[in-house]
């Protein structure tokens, strides 16, 4: 602790001063008086530059926050909406990768907010044509490439499934009346 409070007092001290100091000191320490840098207390090793803080430190002393992240839609052209309305422009058949083999009816559709997606049409059978309106939601078919959207069936001109008993609500059917 006195050898520090030495050091740090040789920048008043006069030249001649030092120079004794100098030749009376060992080697080690002769080094350290010609580059005053090293004898900066806040600097723990013997390198020219100074460290930086890491971000993980500059958080954990409350001098930087962390910026918030965008969130990701999956669907990002229902713009964080549960589901959009849109008009069908064409109905069209897909054939799915590889392992499966099928012809999977698909529609493309203009979406209100103006963007224009393709969108699976589930069920078996359907009344689409153009200029119909349709409602979409989210939702991925596995074995159609691209096909991030499907159309909710039983809202607006799409009809529910004919003839569907199980899984009724996936297709917009209604429960059968008791006879």
Not at 66 to 77: F, G, I, Q
Request: proline share 6%; aromatic share 6%; glycine share 6%.
């Amino acid at each position: 602790m006195m050898l520090r409070n030495m050091f740090r007092g040789l920048s008043i001290i006069s030249s001649s001063t030092k120079s004794m100091i100098y030749n009376n000191t060992p080697r080690s320490f002769s080094m350290l008086l010609n580059k005053p840098q090293l004898l900066n207390p806040f600097i723990k090793s013997f390198s020219n530059q100074k460290r930086l803080l890491t971000i993980n430190q500059m958080i954990r002393n409350n001098r930087f926050t962390r910026p918030e992240k965008e969130k990701k839609y999956r669907c990002k052209e229902l713009e964080g909406a549960p589901m959009r309305r849109g008009t069908v422009l064409k109905v069209m058949i897909m054939k799915p990768k590889k392992p499966n083999s099928a012809q999977r009816k698909v529609a493309k559709v203009k979406l209100s907010s103006g963007k224009i997606i393709l969108a699976y049409i589930p069920g078996e059978g359907h009344n689409l044509q153009e200029h119909h309106t349709v409602f979409v939601r989210g939702a991925v078919v596995r074995d159609l490439v691209g096909m991030k959207y499907k159309i909710i069936r039983g809202k607006g001109d799409a009809q529910p499934v004919v003839g569907r008993v199980s899984a009724r609500s996936k297709y917009g059917v209604k429960k059968p009346k008791k006879a």
